[in-house]
């Protein structure tokens, strides 16, 4: 063996705490199945806490209520004038009445539009406050769940919960919660002005109501269906077009434009039969609804027709009766649609509160301990972690799924460590613990003597400067790129941070400079152009630690060259943890750690490891630069 190169082997795991957050269990969640779930039509549990959103603005509600239950008690008085006006006016001919009559009546309609008109306005200013406030809620809740989840779930699925569901809910407030009171109050009114006028004329009135519920009853069960069809083929729709338009690189390169329109297309016809088949149960209820208010209306004329010739009731109360008997029909049509509503705010509501209720895996120490200066010593002490499985935060349980095993190395403030080895050898896994985008199932990770998880994430993450191979830059200008709206970047630091990098000319040479927006993802600069300006977004926040994954795999060599020459400058005096899987990158190292299926197999620097013929890091390097001689 030669000195200095360490060979290790995997030891037995490690009494050390197990990170509950990594081992807390959920509930699968499905794409499409969780879309498909319809639940209760009505759930007070659910419901209260719906509810509860309205708290804020309980005064408002209160208002809106108070004008639906004034707008339903109008409803009342134009029948009613019409019986005064049969009964009174024209027998006695007192034109008088008439005119207050008329007048009265016409000031009643112009009082319910005002009150419509003001409702409506109220209510909807309601609904979006609430809207508001739920899509802030659920967009907090997003940013602090951890990577694994976002690992199991379809970006587009998510933006559902943001935008479809919250509106859902929105049009619940808006068109539902608060108007069902004044369909309620209305109908109670109604029944109990005919009840009044003539007792035994409401009750023919209501022989129809037998059919109206049943029919009420057959086309909810068939719309609930047809809702929960509609929403399973718009989750495909959303899903398949993230996931094409992300990819639009891949299908446009092997010609899969007509294949993924064609597909498209299938799922888009599915969406539009199932509109169709909804449609279609509107298109029969309603007009059953009005058949059978006819049969009331026909009732009405027949049998209040039988006691007018004999005596017993007048014109004026039929009348009022014909009116009132189509006005009472119309908020049951209104509370089957309502009925829908309601549904659909169920289902949409338990989907928001699952995400809302969701604990996050990755949780902050309740007292975080503040670490003062962060000097940049890393250990990993007998680290074993595997990934979540697919659709579980549930860690498998066989033996040989173990990502990193038993993984134990120390990072000395300012020393450049590398790490290196095979694809899917745990590199990149090593820096996702260290940042706790995850947690290791067995094992400690401590930073200055510290265990990572007894610290703030933001004092973690904050004393970190990450480049990964892919990079992600926003649509915003290069500045915000760069600085990302941390407060303690000032203009001065972004710039020093560019030109230190080797960005400041490639971001000058901009129509707008640093102001320039970039377009969505950089499309606006180069793959080296974007990776220089993420070395800087790293280096801009002054970090303690560079953690570069693969960072110049992907720029050409004079820009590859120009970063070497900036990381030189960099990482000197700082902690740095290179992962690379060209070993061209690493040679000058302090030290090189080599992996080899999870396990920390040699330690040693560059010419150590060579020395070792038969050893891992010996072998790839030939490997490496015999294809490069070759090509």
């Given at each position: 063996?030669?000195?200095?190169?360490?060979?290790?082997?995997?030891?037995?795991?490690?009494?050390a705490?197990v990170?509950?957050?990594a081992?807390?269990?959920?509930?699968p969640e499905?794409?499409?199945?969780?879309?498909?779930?319809?639940g209760k039509?009505?759930?007070?549990?659910?419901?209260?806490r719906?509810?509860s959103?309205l708290?804020?603005?309980r005064?408002?509600?209160?208002?809106?209520?108070?004008?639906l239950?004034?707008?339903?008690g109008?409803?009342l008085?134009?029948p009613?004038l019409t019986?005064?006006?049969?009964?009174?006016a024209?027998?006695a001919?007192?034109?008088?009445?008439?005119?207050?009559?008329?007048?009265v009546?016409v000031g009643s309609?112009?009082?319910?539009?005002?009150?419509?008109y003001?409702r409506?306005?109220?209510?909807?200013?309601?609904?979006?406050?609430?809207?508001?406030?739920i899509r802030?809620?659920?967009f907090s809740?997003?940013?602090?769940?951890?990577?694994a989840?976002?690992d199991r779930?379809?970006?587009g699925?998510?933006?559902t919960?943001?935008?479809?569901?919250v509106?859902?809910l929105?049009?619940?407030?808006?068109?539902?919660?608060?108007?069902?009171?004044g369909?309620?109050?209305?109908i109670?009114?109604i029944v109990t002005a005919?009840?009044l006028?003539?007792?035994?004329?409401?009750?023919?009135?209501?022989?129809?109501?037998p059919?109206v519920f049943?029919?009420?009853?057959i086309?909810r069960?068939k719309?609930?269906?047809?809702?929960?069809d509609i929403r399973?083929?718009?989750?495909?729709?959303n899903?398949?077009?993230?996931e094409?338009i992300t990819?639009?690189?891949?299908?446009?390169?092997?010609?899969?434009?007509?294949?993924t329109?064609?597909?498209?297309?299938?799922?888009?016809?599915?969406?539009?039969q199932?509109?169709?088949?909804s449609?279609t149960?509107?298109?029969?209820?309603?007009?059953?609804i009005?058949?059978?208010?006819a049969?009331?209306?026909?009732?009405i004329?027949?049998?209040?027709?039988?006691?007018?010739?004999?005596?017993?009731i007048?014109i004026?109360?039929?009348?009022?009766?014909?009116?009132?008997?189509?006005?009472?029909?119309?908020?049951?049509?209104?509370?089957?649609?309502?009925?829908?509503i309601?549904q659909?705010?169920?289902?949409?509501?338990e989907?928001v509160?699952?995400?809302?209720?969701?604990v996050?895996?990755?949780?902050e120490?309740?007292?975080?301990?503040?670490?003062?200066?962060i000097?940049?010593?890393?250990?990993?002490r007998?680290v074993w972690?595997?990934?979540?499985?697919?659709?579980?935060?549930?860690v498998r349980?066989?033996?040989?799924d173990?990502?990193?095993?038993n993984?134990?190395f120390?990072?000395e403030?300012g020393?450049r460590m590398a790490?290196v080895?095979?694809?899917?050898?745990?590199?990149?896994?090593i820096?996702?613990?260290l940042l706790?985008f995850?947690d290791?199932q067995?094992g400690e990770?401590l930073?200055?003597?510290i265990d990572?998880r007894?610290?703030?994430l933001?004092?973690?993450?904050g004393?970190?400067?990450l480049?990964l191979?892919d990079?992600?830059?926003?649509?915003?200008?290069?500045?915000?790129?760069?600085?990302?709206?941390r407060?303690?970047?000032?203009?001065?630091?972004i710039?020093?941070?560019a030109?230190?990098?080797?960005a400041?000319?490639?971001?000058?040479?901009?129509?707008?400079?640093y102001?320039?927006?970039l377009?969505?993802?950089?499309?606006?600069?180069?793959?080296?152009?974007?990776?220089l300006?993420s070395f800087a977004r790293?280096l801009?926040?002054?970090p303690?630690?560079?953690l570069l994954?693969e960072?110049?795999?992907?720029?050409?060599?004079?820009i590859?060259?120009?970063?070497?020459i900036a990381?030189?400058a960099l990482?000197?005096?700082?902690?740095?943890?290179?992962?690379a899987?060209?070993?061209s990158?690493?040679?000058n190292?302090?030290?090189?750690?080599v992996?080899h299926?999870g396990?920390?197999?040699?330690?040693?620097?560059h010419?150590?490891l060579?020395?070792?013929?038969e050893?891992?890091?010996?072998r790839?390097?030939?490997?490496?630069?015999?294809s490069?001689?070759?090509?």
């Amino acid at each position: 063996m030669v000195e200095g190169v360490k060979r290790h082997a995997a030891g037995t795991p490690s009494r050390a705490r197990v990170s509950s957050g990594a081992m807390a269990s959920h509930a699968p969640e499905g794409p499409i199945r969780e879309e498909e779930a319809l639940g209760k039509a009505y759930d007070a549990r659910l419901m209260r806490r719906l509810l509860s959103y309205l708290s804020p603005y309980r005064l408002q509600v209160a208002g809106a209520v108070l004008m639906l239950i004034a707008a339903s008690g109008l409803e009342l008085v134009g029948p009613w004038l019409t019986k005064i006006a049969l009964d009174r006016a024209v027998p006695a001919t007192d034109i008088d009445l008439l005119g207050t009559l008329a007048a009265v009546f016409v000031g009643s309609l112009l009082a319910a539009a005002a009150l419509e008109y003001l409702r409506t306005l109220l209510t909807t200013w309601i609904g979006q406050k609430v809207m508001l406030d739920i899509r802030g809620e659920v967009f907090s809740r997003l940013q602090r769940l951890e990577l694994a989840f976002f690992d199991r779930n379809p970006v587009g699925r998510l933006m559902t919960r943001v935008t479809s569901d919250v509106e859902v809910l929105n049009e619940m407030f808006t068109s539902g919660v608060v108007t069902i009171f004044g369909d309620i109050f209305t109908i109670g009114a109604i029944v109990t002005a005919m009840l009044l006028l003539d007792w035994r004329l409401a009750l023919v009135s209501f022989a129809v109501l037998p059919v109206v519920f049943v029919a009420a009853v057959i086309f909810r069960r068939k719309v609930r269906s047809a809702y929960r069809d509609i929403r399973t083929r718009l989750a495909r729709i959303n899903a398949f077009l993230q996931e094409r338009i992300t990819g639009i690189g891949v299908v446009k390169l092997f010609g899969q434009e007509r294949a993924t329109a064609g597909r498209f297309g299938r799922i888009n016809e599915s969406h539009l039969q199932a509109h169709l088949k909804s449609i279609t149960y509107y298109a029969l209820f309603f007009p059953v609804i009005e058949i059978l208010t006819a049969v009331a209306v026909a009732l009405i004329l027949w049998y209040g027709g039988l006691r007018a010739l004999e005596g017993t009731i007048s014109i004026g109360v039929i009348a009022a009766f014909l009116q009132y008997v189509r006005r009472f029909f119309r908020p049951i049509q209104d509370l089957s649609e309502k009925y829908n509503i309601l549904q659909n705010a169920m289902a949409s509501s338990e989907r928001v509160f699952r995400l809302l209720d969701r604990v996050p895996a990755i949780e902050e120490a309740e007292n975080p301990i503040d670490p003062g200066k962060i000097e940049g010593r890393i250990e990993f002490r007998n680290v074993w972690f595997r990934y979540p499985g697919p659709e579980s935060d549930e860690v498998r349980s066989d033996d040989d799924d173990w990502v990193l095993r038993n993984i134990s190395f120390v990072v000395e403030p300012g020393e450049r460590m590398a790490i290196v080895g095979a694809t899917g050898a745990g590199k990149s896994t090593i820096v996702n613990l260290l940042l706790r985008f995850y947690d290791p199932q067995r094992g400690e990770i401590l930073l200055d003597g510290i265990d990572i998880r007894d610290l703030s994430l933001e004092t973690l993450r904050g004393s970190m400067g990450l480049v990964l191979q892919d990079v992600y830059l926003f649509s915003a200008s290069a500045a915000e790129n760069i600085s990302l709206g941390r407060p303690s970047i000032e203009d001065a630091s972004i710039v020093e941070a560019a030109d230190r990098v080797g960005a400041d000319p490639y971001v000058r040479r901009l129509p707008g400079g640093y102001e320039q927006a970039l377009g969505e993802r950089g499309s606006s600069l180069s793959v080296g152009e974007r990776q220089l300006l993420s070395f800087a977004r790293a280096l801009a926040g002054a970090p303690r630690i560079l953690l570069l994954d693969e960072a110049t795999s992907s720029v050409d060599s004079e820009i590859e060259a120009q970063i070497d020459i900036a990381l030189e400058a960099l990482m000197r005096g700082r902690t740095s943890l290179v992962i690379a899987h060209r070993l061209s990158t690493v040679q000058n190292a302090d030290r090189i750690l080599v992996l080899h299926h999870g396990e920390i197999r040699e330690t040693g620097t560059h010419e150590e490891l060579l020395e070792v013929e038969e050893g891992l890091y010996a072998r790839l390097y030939r490997l490496q630069f015999a294809s490069t001689e070759a090509a």
